[in-house]
Every structure is written in C-alpha cells, then in structure tokens.
C-alpha cells in the first residue's frame, strides 16, 4: 500500500488565460531543478469500474484499470482526507493482464470487516473513462522529491465528455512543507487554482448525467463529545473551507451567483471559527490569515446587493409578478445587474495569486497545526472537552443576542438590518458545535432565528429597491415606492412576532 499526498490545481481555460501555453511554462519553471532525465510524457487510459448501484463509490472507494505503453495496472484508492486541494488517501497497485480488476488481488485490509468481496466482483460494471497525455517531471526542493504532473484530455461516460486540464504535485519522499512551498511558486506563475474536484468524482456526475449541485446548508461540523477543543477547532476550519472550495468549483462550471453566496458562508464560517475560539487560539496565531480572509472578504461586497437585485428579477423569485408588470423598470435592474457582475468579474479572482496563497497558508497552517508555534498557546485549553466547551460559546452567543434584541424594544426595518450579524454569528456558532445536541431540539431553536434571518433578507431587497427608485425617473416611481413600503412594514410585523417568539424558546444546550 502507498499513500499519496499531493495537491491538485484546475488550469485556466483558453478563455480566461491568454498567457504563453502552460506545458512551456512549467518547462521553464521547472527545468532548474529537474532530476536527471525526470522528465516523461505519456497517454494513459483509465477504465473505471463500480457497481450499479455504486457500491464502491459509497464506501469512498475509487476502482480502475490504468493501461500505459501496453501495460495495465489495476488501482484501488481506499477513504483518505482532503483539506483544500491537499489529498492523502491510500493506494493500492497491482498489475494486470485483464481488462476487469479482480478484487481478491488486493490485500484484505484494503476492505472494511462487512464487505463481500465476491459480491462486488460479480456486479462489477465499467462506468466511464478517462483519456490523457501526461506530463510528468521529478524535482528536488531542497531534497525532498516531488513529482509534478500535468494532464490533458477528457473524461467520457456514454455519449458525455468533460475536459481534464490539471496539475498535481505529490510528495515522493522528504519535507510536506516542500510541497506547499512548490505550491506556492506554481500559483505564483501560473494561471491556477488549488481544486478537490478529481477525475472520479466527474466520471460519476457524466455518468449520473448530474452537474454538482449547491448544499442548501452550511450543514454541522462534525463532532462527538470526547474530543478536545483543538480537533473541534480544525474540523471547523475544515469544514468551511470544504464548503467553500465546493461551490467555487460550481461557479467555475455554471456560473450562478447563488453558489457564490454559499462560497461567502464557508468563508465567513472560516473566519467565525478563529473569532469563536479565540480563548484557545489566540488571535496573535491567526493574525495573517485574518488579515488576508477580511480582503477576501472584503472583494465580495459587491455580491450583497447584486444577490437582491437578482432576487428582485428571479422569475421564481416573490417580487417578479409586480415588477414584471413594468418592463421599464424590470430592464433597469437587469441592466444594473448585468453591470454589476462585469465590474467584479469573480473567475479572474479565483485564478489568482493572492486567492490561491490565502487558501494554501490556510491549509498548510492546518496541516502543521501553526497555532502551535506561539508561546501564548495553552495546552490545557486546547485539550479541554469541547463538550463542556460548546455550552459555553453557545450560550456566550445568546446573551449578546438578547442584549442586541431586547425583548421590551420595539424593532424597525434598520434594526434588524443592524443586528443580522450577530444573528449571523450565532447560527454560525452552531454549525460549530451543533452535532454535539439532539438534532431535533437544535433545529426547533434554530428555526425562527432562520426565519427572521430569511425577513431581514428580504427587508435588504425592499430597502434596495426603494434605492434604485431614487434615480428611477419613469411617472410611476411614487406608485411603486408605496408598494414596498407596504411589503416592508407587513413583513415587519410579522418579523416581530417571530422574534417575540424565539426569545422565549429555551436553548437546546
């Protein structure tokens, strides 16, 4: 058994790089430190294989027959872990003269104790292909060997084909902290972005004929009472930074700006978990990454008011059959959120530097555990139970809310607006800790802060509207500026209601 640990970078298309080829770019970048005769190039062709009902598949497992110059390898890939676009996750190789693996050739600890090894061999079926040239050097960086790939070609299932444009980089043998900073150097100057979207994981969605789709949560982070404050705090981060890779890939594909606003929770759940546990990790720990998630941040501020534009324009939207009566007014959002999308161009972005090393030091501080290097870490509070631990940042998180609402106040449109955040930071605080609680009683709390969260949305997309009625000149500006303020002042009212309401529920911790 091997185990791989390599970083996966997209390459830009055509369309968004119109820089030298990338093939004579990584020659030049890597020729000084190739190992004598290190370079190669191939076509590789990869059958894979999985059951109807993809059985592998469901025990993270990937299967496929690799055939190179007339030789064949069967490979199974085993459930490993990925942060970012690090992978680790073990390999099995064993050669072949058959064109359908056989399973009993691999070692039985490749397998979980319940499988049916036999059973999977019958009900093997080949499912999609993968077809590339691969370009491979060997270098050395500062005597570590690490073996850069570069694949081009297509994924095929059926009659689907999907592109391959790729770079990895694993670790052969030495220092992991070589890969990052060969990481480091490639997104320096190449037109790339660290990506966890592999092969396998296309062929299934061609041959499921489904595109990836947005989580409709953030979900919960996954933890179980007996573990300490430092693992809950890495699972956080993790789990914000897999739900925000998954929806860049999805823009990247489709375009839609609602996985961005799903990109912007990972990011902010990123950064509520450094603010949250900031008593264990001190913020001096996380002072750089902070800085450089507020710019990241900070780059999307156009997405809230193009997000209530488009909400404003949805056909499926709730506002589209009053505004779609004028035609007038319905063309001057869409043209205002056509320019906004063109001003803040996102792609670009993704394919940058400063995107590309925010998301690196993220994963390498995770990996080394970088917190560690500071002298004003305690090991008693990182090793402290999170159980005991979350009751209290729960309930740190509802006093301020009670303090930002109070029950005797009454609350307008610009007061819920204001107090999203700390709304905000509550929920977030439990998708931290939430799996530690029965998940029935969480939601029953969970749902009217949901609720209200939902209004102050929609109070944002009526405030924006009456904006753009400010330098709407047609003769029926005063008839619809009445009809949102009556939308808003209904909807506060039953915003208020819900508060009422949630204030009185007792907390589920």
Not at 157 to 166: C, D, F, G, L, R
Not at 354 to 377: A, D, P, Q
Not at 381 to 393: D, F, G, Q
């Amino acid at each position: 058994m091997e185990t791989e640990i390599e970083l996966k970078f997209a390459v830009a298309s055509s369309e968004e790089d119109e820089g030298e080829p990338i093939l004579e770019q990584l020659q030049k970048l890597l020729t000084p430190i190739l190992q004598n005769q290190g370079y190669s190039h191939k076509r590789l062709t990869n059958t894979y294989f999985d059951t109807a009902q993809q059985s592998l598949r469901a025990l993270d497992a990937g299967l496929r027959v690799r055939t190179v110059d007339g030789e064949s390898e069967q490979t199974l890939k085993t459930a490993g872990s990925s942060v970012g676009g690090l992978h680790k996750r073990p390999e099995y190789n064993i050669p072949t003269t058959a064109n359908v693996p056989d399973l009993s050739l691999f070692p039985a600890e490749a397998w979980p104790d319940h499988v049916s090894i036999q059973d999977l061999q019958d009900a093997l079926t080949p499912l999609f292909t993968t077809d590339f040239t691969r370009h491979k050097w060997r270098v050395l960086s500062q005597e570590s060997l690490i073996e850069v790939v570069y694949d081009s070609g297509a994924v095929s299932a059926q009659e689907n084909h999907t592109p391959i444009h790729e770079i990895e980089i694993e670790l052969v043998d030495g220092d992991m902290r070589e890969l990052f900073s060969l990481a480091d150097i490639l997104v320096d100057k190449l037109p790339l972005r660290l990506s966890n979207d592999s092969k396998a994981a296309r062929g299934y969605r061609l041959f499921l004929n489904q595109p990836m789709q947005d989580k409709k949560s953030l979900g919960t982070v996954n933890l179980s009472a007996d573990l300490d404050v430092e693992t809950a705090f890495a699972r956080a981060i993790e789990h914000g930074l897999a739900h925000w890779q998954h929806h860049e890939e999805i823009y990247c594909r489709e375009g839609h700006i609602r996985s961005l606003k799903q990109l912007l929770r990972g990011i902010w759940l990123v950064r509520h978990t450094l603010w949250l546990f900031r008593d264990y990790v001190p913020k001096k720990a996380s002072s750089e990454i902070r800085k450089e998630l507020k710019w990241l941040n900070n780059e999307f501020e156009w997405l809230d008011g193009a997000l209530h534009i488009k909400q404003l324009t949805s056909k499926k939207g709730n506002y589209r059959k009053r505004i779609g009566e004028d035609e007038r007014l319905l063309n001057y959002l869409e043209q205002t959120f056509a320019s906004t999308l063109k001003e803040n161009a996102t792609v670009p972005l993704f394919y940058s530097q400063r995107y590309n090393r925010v998301i690196l030091k993220l994963m390498r501080w995770l990996t080394e555990r970088g917190w560690r290097c500071y002298s004003e870490i305690d090991e008693n509070l990182l090793s402290e139970n999170i159980y005991s631990v979350a009751t209290k940042l729960n309930q740190q998180s509802w006093v301020r809310i009670q303090k930002k609402m109070p029950s005797k106040e009454q609350f307008g449109m610009q007061d819920y607006i204001d107090v999203e955040r700390s709304i905000g930071r509550g929920l977030l605080t439990g998708v931290c800790v939430g799996s530690l609680y029965n998940e029935s009683d969480r939601m029953d709390f969970r749902s009217p802060w949901l609720d209200i969260m939902e209004g102050i949305s929609d109070l944002k997309t009526l405030n924006l509207f009456l904006q753009c009625l400010d330098s709407y000149t047609e003769d029926n500006q005063q008839e619809l500026q009445q009809w949102a303020e009556n939308k808003i002042t209904n909807l506060v009212k039953v915003m208020e209601q819900s508060r009422q309401s949630a204030l009185k529920m007792v907390p589920y911790w």
